[in-house]
């Protein structure tokens, strides 16, 4: 059986369910499809940028959010050779209330996202539905072909089908589009460990701690710790051959802190490796597609912008595109406009990804050099006022979006 839509958005992630809320908004019918059960697995990163914060209150939503468990993130600061802390970059020198970074358990936000979304009566979430290729008329794509976790296949036909399902993108695939891809320097492996009585609850250890080749970052979450340790890319198969006692000693070495509870850390499997990558595609769109956020681009973690950018092409797609959806004639160049909107931003961040990579990351996991060069370090030490340059680059991008009228509530 095949049934129909107007917007079918594949996967719900920060991408899919904004876009599914904002489409909403707009009266059209629209339908998210997301392979889990919940949000509640791998972790998939926390930092919302005040450029979403103050989306959030554009829509009505900013009371909402700020309830949900988070902590505020002031600024961004790494260690110099000497033991001190510089700050690079100074979140609270941007005018408030948009001056801090919340830290949000990316569960808690699309969970959040999910329920404003089912008050409006147009929205549709179906969880445990994998998309497994696409609907094709001719040229023209028409709607995906899923499975759901009990085995039951079907096809949804819709005006428009917009690929929100991640780096690893399906649809992408199925649509034949191939995204440059430029060189990191690093990996990053993510694991927890407990917290214990008499803890700091403060996210202070988001300073990240380098020593020799590798560096580690610790967020704060309400009863343990998400570390992330960074070296050299391509050492996975190394690290995990060495074994986990090895990795405790590599962690302990950084962390010297945290040796009091790494023995919770007992088997590899516990680690979980997240192959960094930095691309784009060329081209977002065929007719009847649109692909956006890390199905478009997958950003470097520096910056922690993935969120933030994958959300910013919500808000551009469903401006842009809530009108032709509601006259059923959703043209190529409609979804060119989107892709002509959201490039420029995507490249600039990618490029100062790229700049800082270089600059700041190779030569700590080459063993060339610890932390950034003493330049950068000079800089963020002697002229603090310099600080709010950097933070309003990341807090808001080259170009934040705001919220369409057809979405705004009080
Ligand atoms: C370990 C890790 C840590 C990160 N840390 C940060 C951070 O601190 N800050 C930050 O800003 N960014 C971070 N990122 C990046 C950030 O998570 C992404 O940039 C952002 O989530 C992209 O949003 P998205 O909606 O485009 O894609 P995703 O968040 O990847 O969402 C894609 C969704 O599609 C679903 N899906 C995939 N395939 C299918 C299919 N075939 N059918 C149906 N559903 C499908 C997935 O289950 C998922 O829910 C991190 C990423 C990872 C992996």
């Known amino acids: 059986m095949t049934e129909n839509t107007g917007a079918l958005v594949c996967g719900g992630g920060p991408a899919g369910m904004m876009l599914g809320l904002l489409l909403a908004r707009a009266g059209i019918a629209v339908t998210v499809l997301e392979k889990h059960g919940d949000f509640l697995r791998d972790f998939r990163g926390d930092t919302v940028h005040p450029a979403t914060v103050r989306l959030m209150d554009e829509l009505g939503l900013g009371e909402g959010f700020r309830a949900l468990p988070q902590s505020r993130l002031g600024n961004v600061a790494f260690p110099a050779p000497d033991g001190t802390l510089v700050t690079l970059g100074d979140f609270t020198r941007l005018p408030p209330p948009y001056n801090y970074i919340a830290m949000v358990p990316q569960w808690d936000l699309l969970d959040f996202l999910a329920d404003a979304a089912r008050r409006e009566p147009t929205f549709t979430l179906r969880m445990n539905t994998e998309v497994t290729g696409l609907i094709r008329e001719g040229d023209r794509v028409a709607g995906v072909a899923y499975r759901t976790k009990d085995g039951r296949e079907g096809r949804i036909r819709a005006e428009l089908t917009v690929a929100c399902d991640g780096r690893g993108s399906t649809l992408r695939r199925e649509a034949g589009l191939v995204p440059k891809e430029f060189p990191v320097p690093f990996d990053v492996w993510w694991f927890r460990l407990p917290k214990l009585p008499g803890d700091d609850n403060t996210p202070a250890g988001i300073v990240p701690r380098a020593r020799g080749t590798g560096a580690v970052l610790a967020l704060s979450r309400e009863d343990y710790y ?78 922690g912008v993935g969120i933030n950018l994958a959300i910013q092409d919500a808000v551009a797609a469903a401006t842009l595109l809530a009108d032709p959806l509601r006259h059923r004639r959703v043209s190529v160049s409609d979804l060119a406009a989107v892709q002509r909107r959201r490039m420029r931003p995507t490249k600039i961040v990618q490029a100062a990804q790229r700049v800082l990579q270089r600059v700041v990351f190779e030569g700590q996991f080459t063993g060339r050099r610890s932390g950034p060069p003493k330049a950068v370090l000079f800089l963020g030490r002697w002229f603090p006022g310099l600080r709010k340059y950097p933070a309003r680059f990341v807090g808001f991008g080259p170009r934040p979006e705001h919220a369409p009228a057809f979405a705004r509530r009080p």
């Open 226 to 303: 998400q570390l992330a340790y960074l070296t050299a890319k391509g050492a996975d198969a190394r690290i995990r051959a060495e074994g986990v006692e090895r990795f405790r000693e590599r962690i302990a070495r950084i962390r010297p802190d945290f040796t009091d509870r790494l023995d919770q850390l007992t088997d590899m499997d516990q680690v979980f490796m997240l192959d960094v990558k930095l691309n784009r595609l060329n081209r977002w769109y065929r007719d009847g597609l649109l692909l956006i956020g890390d199905a478009a681009h997958a950003m470097s973690p520096v910056g």
